[in-house]
């Protein structure tokens, strides 16, 4: 089993920097890919970033390009999302997730799920 715990929201005003952690704890020798997904109240999940086992290959939706940054540190088994300019409709829980290739979680398909660590950001 895989865990997935979330830590770094809060509350950041429009136009600036949150950096949100993912720690994965259990079964991590298989240096499993980790996503970033957000949800707001009546929205859709969003993919918001995933990165590779190795940290070689990062993925984005075009809106998030310039301003999200996924990366990791296999050391501490820990994937961060980078997050900057930030806008009000950024507002939602962000959860990570994890599973074995950059393609399912990319998919919206990874097995394991945090909690989510909720962010707002005022105007």
């Known amino acids: 089993q895989v865990q997935l715990v979330e830590s770094g929201g809060g509350l950041v005003q429009a136009g600036g920097s949150l950096r949100v952690s993912c720690a994965a704890s259990?079964?991590?020798?298989?240096?499993?890919?980790v996503g970033w997904f957000r949800q707001a109240p009546g929205k859709e999940r969003e993919f918001v970033a995933a990165?590779?086992?190795?940290?070689?290959?990062?993925y984005y939706p075009d809106s998030k390009k310039g301003r999200f940054t996924i990366s990791r540190d296999n050391a501490k088994n820990t994937v961060y999302l980078q997050m900057n300019s930030l806008k009000p409709e950024d507002t939602a829980v962000y959860t990570c997730?994890?599973?074995?290739?950059?393609?399912?979680?990319?998919?919206?398909?990874?097995?394991?799920w945090g909690q989510g660590t909720q962010v707002t950001v005022s105007s």
């Open positions: 990165i590779s086992g190795s940290g070689s290959r990062t």
């Open positions: 997730a994890a599973d074995r290739t950059i393609m399912i979680v990319t998919a919206g398909r990874p097995e394991y």
């Open positions: 259990g079964r991590t020798s298989s240096n499993y890919a």
